[in-house]
């Protein structure tokens, strides 16, 4: 089994910037999807960015679209989340996952249609003045 570690979350005020880096224990490349989950306090989890491994395909929730960039790390086994114009309602604790199924040889795969299987214990981001 896979396994994810986040890390480069921290106290950062509104307006700031942080990046986020998954690493997981194996290469990315075979599996169809990675994303980030996150989950404020008293709240339930959501997913608010995945890439496809098909494609490159991305996608963001409406509340970070233009703020948030996923990319694929300088290793093969890692991905990035890079947060910028962080507000206090960015505040949670985010997670990495993975679809661990076989990406398909042929065809795209959207990656908000992936199940994610794998996740990571989660690195916490608290955004405050």
């Not at 509104?14 to 008293?42: H, M, V």
């Not at 890439?51 to 948030?68: C, E, K, L, P, Q």
């Not at 996952?97 to 990406?103: E, F, S």
Request: charged fraction near 20%; charge should be neutral.
């Amino acid at each position: 089994q896979v396994q994810l570690v986040e890390s480069g979350g921290g106290l950062v005020q509104p307006g700031g910037s942080l990046t986020l880096s998954c690493t997981a224990s194996t290469l990315l490349y075979d599996y169809r999807a990675i994303a980030w989950f996150r989950q404020a306090a008293g709240k339930e989890r959501e997913a608010i960015s995945c890439i496809s491994n098909t494609d490159d395909g991305t996608y963001y929730t409406g509340s970070v679209a233009g703020r948030f960039t996923i990319s694929r790390g300088k290793a093969a086994n890692t991905i990035e989340l890079q947060m910028d114009s962080l507000k206090d309602e960015d505040t949670a604790v985010y997670h990495c996952a993975i679809d661990t199924r076989r990406r398909p040889s042929i065809g795209t795969f959207p990656c908000r249609d992936a199940k994610y299987d794998a996740w990571g214990q989660g690195t916490k981001v608290t955004v405050a003045s």
